[in-house]
C-alpha cells in the first residue's frame, strides 16, 4: 500500500494557490490605487521645492527654497530651522532659475518623465 501523494498534482495544488494568493494582492493593490488616489507627493504642481542644498557641518546645512514669488535662504541644524534672507528681486531669481537649469533632473523627474511619454503614446494608439 503506497500511500504517497502525487508529486505532479501536490505541485499544481501548491502552484494553483500561489496563484490565487497573488492574483488577490494583485487585486487588492489595483483598488487601493484606483480609489484612494493619493499622491505621495501631493499635488503635481508643487508649490514649495527646495532648489539646492549645501552641508556646512554635522547636521548643518543651508538650503534654497522656492515659494511663489520669493526663495528663502534657510539654515537647517539637528533641531533648528532659521531663515537667513529673502530673496525677492526677479533678476537674481532669475539667475539662479537659470543656474539650476543646468542641473540634471532629479530621478523623480525622469521618472515622471517616461511615464508621460508611455501614457502619451498608449493614448495615441
Do not use: C, W
Not at 497573488?22 to 527646495?50: A, C, E, T
Not at 552641508?55 to 527654497?65: C, D, F, H, Q, T
Not at 537647517?76 to 540634471?104: F, P, W, Y
Amino acid at each position: 500500500m503506497n500511500s504517497s501523494p502525487d508529486l505532479v498534482s501536490g505541485a499544481f495544488q501548491m502552484l494553483t494557490a500561489l496563484g490565487i494568493v497573488l492574483g488577490g494582492l494583485l487585486l487588492v493593490f489595483y483598488f487601493m490605487k484606483r480609489y484612494l488616489k493619493r499622491d505621495v507627493g501631493g499635488s503635481s504642481r508643487q508649490l514649495i521645492k527646495v532648489i539646492a542644498s549645501q552641508y556646512i557641518g554635522v547636521k548643518k546645512n543651508i538650503a534654497l527654497v522656492k515659494v511663489p514669488g520669493t526663495i528663502l535662504v534657510v539654515g537647517v541644524s539637528h533641531d533648528k530651522i532659521s531663515m537667513l534672507t529673502k530673496i525677492e528681486d526677479k533678476e537674481i531669481i532669475e539667475a539662479i532659475q537659470e543656474e539650476i537649469s543646468g542641473i540634471s533632473p532629479s530621478f523623480s523627474d525622469h521618472l515622471q518623465r517616461l511615464t508621460a511619454r508611455l501614457k502619451l503614446a498608449k493614448t495615441g494608439e
